[in-house]
Nanobody, 119 residues
Framework: QVQLVESGGGLVQAGGSLRLSCAAS????????MGWYRQAPGKQRELVAAITSRGRTNYLDSVKGRFTISRDNAKNTVYLQMNSLIPEDTAAYYC?????????????WGQGTQVTVSS
């Protein structure tokens, strides 16, 4: 069974840092684009950052210069380093990945991890 498992969320004061991790497990033959989304209460889910298999990245404008996405293909893991956090970053963060499995290529979601930034 293929799954994405996230970790690293929590409560932090404004200006602090957190590092999210998302590990893919199961019968995986390849990892394509991987990314992080977030959803705050009453708001739509939005793409925060994404990284292709070749390392090309893109970011939500409001996190540019503060967040960094990276990946370790040997560990089937994607990371999101979040610095200079602000209360507006408070949300549930979800990992998303396009994975090649024995039955085809599909998008998978993690279960989500809560990030809360206090002022």
């Amino acid at each position: 069974q293929v799954q994405l498992v996230e970790s690293g969320g929590g409560l932090v004061q404004a200006g602090g840092s957190l590092r999210l991790s998302c590990a893919a497990s199961g019968s995986i033959f390849g990892l394509n684009v991987m990314g992080w989304y977030r959803q705050a209460p009453g708001k739509q889910r939005e793409l925060v950052a994404a990284i292709t298999s070749r390392g090309r990245t893109n970011y939500l404008d409001s996190v540019k210069g503060r967040f960094t996405i990276s990946r370790d293909n040997a560990k089937n893991t994607v990371y999101l380093q979040m610095n200079s956090l602000i209360p507006e970053d408070t949300a549930a963060y979800y990992c998303n990945a396009l994975l090649l499995t024995g039955s085809g290529q599909y998008y998978y979601w993690g279960q989500g991890t809560q990030v809360t930034v206090s002022s």
